[in-house]
């Protein structure tokens, strides 16, 4: 069953065309991941899914609700964290729930226990009491994810949720996303990183300059590209460093690793390099990873991103080149 659906989706801004006829649906149950890079339109079409902004042209459904001409029972069935949640810090986690689950009209009877399981869902039970500027960011976040379920939505939708947290506490917030799903709520996430999507997606359309580009499964998107070698290091940030001076493909992969877009066959080569270079190795397998290219522009070549940079280019579905 469908629980989002655009349909020819526009948006202008004074005279830009920010987002251009953009169709998709997500049903029930299924994590649906929308990839981009910085700028590509994301953030825009979340706020026109949660009435934040209004589509030029198109429609926007949520369970069968229009959501321009059937705002408040659209709304209804959604639940969001766009840019960074919001929570009362001098208020305890509690506290914020009841202030959410008041706005969302749920009653005194269930409230108790609906709060109880949602901090048990996103494992803050603990420290539900505490108030919030106590938490770490990635508790604050998973609190959000509480906020957002109190009223019992059919549709999540989350911008960029993972953003500014470190790789456990991104697993974890993946792992709860997950969970969601797992109970029968449609969840659609925004993204610029593609191991995010492909870690917690079951769906994926990718969005560039305001256009989808390419709308797949996971698993069909994994099919494409070639082999690669994960590296779990001491020091990943100057592995990656090293191997680009080097003119080797990597990407960050998670916690202390990297992964290296190459045959098998060149694994000794690249462990020599990395041990020669003070970069203890704890483990080198090869991988069937599948991915994108990041594409220099105007130079037609690809290559791995740099530090700090966005590792997601270019959308247009290509194969890598062999490293
Ligand atoms: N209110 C606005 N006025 C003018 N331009 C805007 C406005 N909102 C968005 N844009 C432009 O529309 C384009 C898409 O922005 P949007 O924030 O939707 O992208 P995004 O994919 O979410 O990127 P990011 O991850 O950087 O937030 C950008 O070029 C942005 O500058």
């Not at 105007?298 to 280019?313: A, F, I, M, W």
């Amino acid at each position: 069953m469908e629980v989002l659906t655009l349909e020819n989706v526009s948006k202008v801004i004074g005279s830009r065309q920010v987002v251009s006829n953009l169709s998709l649906s997500v049903k029930k149950g299924e994590v649906f991941g929308f990839l981009g890079p910085n700028g590509a339109g994301k953030t825009t079409t979340i706020r026109m899914i949660v009435c934040l902004a209004k589509p030029s042209s198109g429609r926007i459904r949520i369970k069968g609700c229009d959501v321009q001409k059937e705002r408040a029972e659209a709304l209804r069935h959604v639940g969001a964290i766009v840019e960074n949640p919001e929570t009362y810090p001098y208020l305890t986690g509690r506290q914020n729930l009841i202030h959410y689950a008041r706005l969302a009209g749920v009653g005194r009877r269930e409230m108790r226990q609906r709060i109880g399981e949602l901090a048990e869902l996103v494992g803050l039970e603990e420290r539900i009491d505490d108030k919030v500027k106590t938490y770490s960011l990635g508790m604050r976040q998973r609190l959000g994810l509480a906020q957002a379920l109190i009223g019992n939505p059919g549709l999540l939708v989350l911008d960029e949720p993972t953003n500014g947290l470190d790789p456990a506490g991104m697993r974890e917030f993946r792992g709860l996303v997950r969970k969601v799903a797992s109970t029968g709520i449609a969840v659609f996430v925004s993204s610029h990183l593609l191991g995010e999507i492909q870690q917690m997606c079951d769906r994926v359309a990718i969005i560039k300059n305001g256009r989808i580009v390419t709308e797949k499964s996971v698993t069909e998107l994994l099919k494409r590209g070639d082999s690669s070698i994960l590296i779990r290091a001491s020091r990943p940030e100057t592995a990656l460093a090293l191997l680009e001076q080097n003119g080797w493909r990597a990407e960050a992969a998670g916690e202390q690793s990297i992964r290296v877009f190459a045959p098998e066959s060149r694994v000794q080569e690249l462990i020599r390099l990395l041990v020669l270079n003070g970069v203890d190795i704890y483990s080198a397998e090869p991988s069937p990873w599948r991915s994108f290219t990041w594409s220099l522009p105007g130079t037609g070549r690809s290559r791995g991103p740099k530090r700090g940079e966005d590792r997601c280019v270019s959308w247009d579905g290509s194969l890598p080149t062999s490293g």
